[in-house]
Nanobody, 125 residues
Framework: QLQLVESGGGLVQSGGSLRLSCAAS????????IGWFRQAPGKEREGVSC???????NYEDSVKGRFTISRDNAKNTVYLQMNSLKPEDTGVYYC???????????????????WGQGTQVTVSS
């Protein structure tokens, strides 16, 4: 059974860093696009970053230059390194998997089929 489990969230001060992990079981992340999404309080969930099975990456404009997505195929894990965190980065972060191969689509939740339970990221000012 395909499963995604996020970890690495927490409380950090503005300007700090966190690394989120998305561990996949039941499939290889290299065979799917993996996306990171976040939902801030009172807001809709939005795509943050994604990586296709071919390793092509995509980032939402507000995180470009601060966040880096990567994949370790041997560990079946996708990471989101988040640097220079801002209070507006606060939210629940989810990873999701889909079979799209298009980088413009893998940050759109409509194209994602499997979701993790989420991990809370809180950035204090």
């Amino acid at each position: 059974q395909l499963q995604l489990v996020e970890s690495g969230g927490g409380l950090v001060q503005s300007g700090g860093s966190l690394r989120l992990s998305c561990a996949a079981s039941g499939f290889s992340p290299a065979s799917h696009s993996i996306g990171w999404f976040r939902q801030a309080p009172g807001k809709e969930r939005e795509g943050v970053s994604c990586i296709t099975g071919e390793g092509v990456t995509n980032y939402e404009d507000s995180v470009k230059g601060r966040f880096t997505i990567s994949r370790d195929n041997a560990k079946n894990t996708v990471y989101l390194q988040m640097n220079s965190l801002k209070p507006e980065d606060t939210g629940v972060y989810y990873c999701a998997a889909g079979d799209t191969t298009v980088r413009a689509m893998c940050v759109k939740e409509i194209f994602m089929d499997y979701w993790g339970q989420g991990t809370q990221v809180t950035v204090s000012s």
